[in-house]
């Protein structure tokens, strides 16, 4: 069982208006800023920017005063005894609304797509990302159980004595971000029903936790967490038969926090050695017009499973995969497409149960197909 520390390159182009500092972006003025004395630096900045470094600062958009600002707080990261909140640099940058050109950075390009009516009171950001560039590092491996964090002691180093680097490759792909309607969102999840179906899973994923990591906390499950990794799921089966890629060939990266800005989104990607990743094909059914129908396939997908009624019971769940309506008919991916080795999902949380439709996050949108599979258009809530 290898673990991998994963890093997907979105937090590297944004436009001036939104601008974040890197090293790409000051060139060959990024090495002697850096190096220069802390309390000579802004003088220097601003003998620079009479001169050789005017055009740059231009084309950011920014004045001595604030490079000087952003470079401090670019160092006191790199400091930082903390991780970076990597998920939540991207996340910020995939809502921020404005589109990313290939001219501003070759290795990162979306586009905003406008949410189609009936799809607009369950999803509210859809983003084509065009182009991205990823870089998978391989920090360490561990032997039968996954672990259970970076810091897990269980993580075995590579390396008999401590280097200043590790092994890594870069790959390029395209992919389809979407941001779920937080208004809906939050009336769903305070639902007592959802709740409590989240917490009985939650009981028996703390016990496991427990006996292989006794005194650290328990990464919480919510009703939201399950929604939005169920959903990646589905959305990938219907992706696969839709643009032409394999199953093992897209991948999943969650957004979900409670604390970090209401975030709750999925991005599903594919991503390769070369530039063939960008051949466009999964990009481009995050269009609005095709869009629409691949959300609404997928829900429908998901509202029968050939195991059914035992996969809807939670009968045939594996007890390892801490999952609730589950299985490998409806909603178990290839594992190196799945952040969560397929652990954690229910599709109860989107389509509702036979006996209890309502409680799904999708359930209107279902209730809405008629026999000839049309939505009629409906207003945001």
Partial sequence: MVVALVMLALAFAVPASAVVLSEKELGVYWDELVKTDPDDRAEYIRILARGSLKETLKNLNLTPESLTRMIEERL???????????????YKHLIAGFDIGQDDDGDFEIRNVEVPDEIRPYFRKIVRVVRLHEVITLRGFT????????NDR??????????????AIEVRGEGIFMEFNPTTLR??????????????????????????????????????YFLVHTWAHALM??????????????????YVSDDSGDMAGVLIYTATSDSDGTL???????????????????????????SDPLCIEQVIAPPEH???????????????????????????????LPDDRGMGYFSDLLREVDDGGNVAPRDSR
């Fill in 76 to 90: 006191e990261d790199f400091h930082r005894d903390e991780m970076l909140n990597l998920k939540y640099e991207e």
């Fill in 143 to 150: 032997r039968i159980n996954p672990c259970g964090d970076e």
């Fill in 154 to 167: 269980n993580i075995v180093p590579l390396s008999l004595n401590a280097t200043r680097w590790l092994p």
């Fill in 187 to 224: 009336c769903w999840e305070q639902q007592e029903r959802i709740r409590l179906r989240a917490e009985a899973i939650q009981e028996r994923w703390q016990r496991e936790w427990n006996k292989r990591f006794e005194g650290r906390s328990t990464p919480l499950l919510t009703p939201r």
């Fill in 237 to 254: 089966r219907q992706l696969t038969l839709e643009c032409g890629y394999s199953s093992a060939s897209l991948r999943e990266r969650i």
């Fill in 280 to 306: 466009g094909g999964l990009q481009r059914q995050g269009e609005a017009a095709r869009i629409s129908p691949t959300v609404r396939a997928a829900i429908r997908d998901m509202e029968w499973c050939s």
């Fill in 322 to 352: 801490y999952s609730g309506s589950a299985c490998h008919a409806c909603c178990l991916a290839p594992e190196t497409s799945c952040e969560q080795y397929n652990r954690f999902l229910d599709r109860a949380m989107l389509v509702g």
